[in-house]
């Protein structure tokens, strides 16, 4: 399990996020490869869908593009195995809302990720008391299945979403959408976080938000790693590649200046 190996051996990650199919296929897979080549620890696979409720306007945007190109399951599944031949070792994530994954039929979806060298799901839609029959899935095809965490969870909640999630939680760092932010509430997440690692001992991820190196490295003071893809989705469609190469390598220094 490479997800489990990597907190095994890591303290801190960079998880960044990517659309198949935006502004292109070519492109998006791309901007993928730079994704992993320049320090992504942790690679999130966005699946396109149409009714994306946790994405802001630059993914919803993206999502939108990648419909219009006419992506399909099968390119994303494609793509996936195209970096898994490239990059063995990084682990991958698929963030998909959960009625791609009810339409195909869990037992194949996961089938499919697994086969094409995806190591669990990131689905925002899907509360952690509704999740047992999709972790059953995950659990017999070795799928990790990682549940968000809010500011406004409660005790109970936390202690939940730590109980059903496999290897790390992804920890929301505000109420809202998702969308690169000026700034981000540092002293309130951190408490939060703090009540956190009181209930529970797996890693913690922070998204939402996230676009700068100061901001990565402030909250990689208290949290485990951080999810970038807003900032990322904008220079991949708008084809600057080359800044995208220094934004992740400037992000992923900051998270090593945090330890």
Known sequence: MRLKRFWNENERALISYMMVGYPDYETSLKAFRVLLKEGTHILEIGFPFSDPVADGPTIQIAHETALKNRIKSYHVFNLSSTLREEFPDTPFLLMTYYNPIFKIGLEKFCKRAKDSGID?????DLPPEEGKELKDACSTFGLSLVFLASPTSTEKRLRLVCDVSDHMVYFVSLTGTTGARESIPLQSLKGRIKLYRSLCEKPVVVGFGISKPEQAREICKFADGVVVGSHFVKLAGEGKLEELARSVR??????????
């Open 250 to 259: 400037d992000i992923g220094e900051a998270l090593s200046e945090a330890l």
């Open 120 to 124: 669990g799901f990131i689905v925002p």
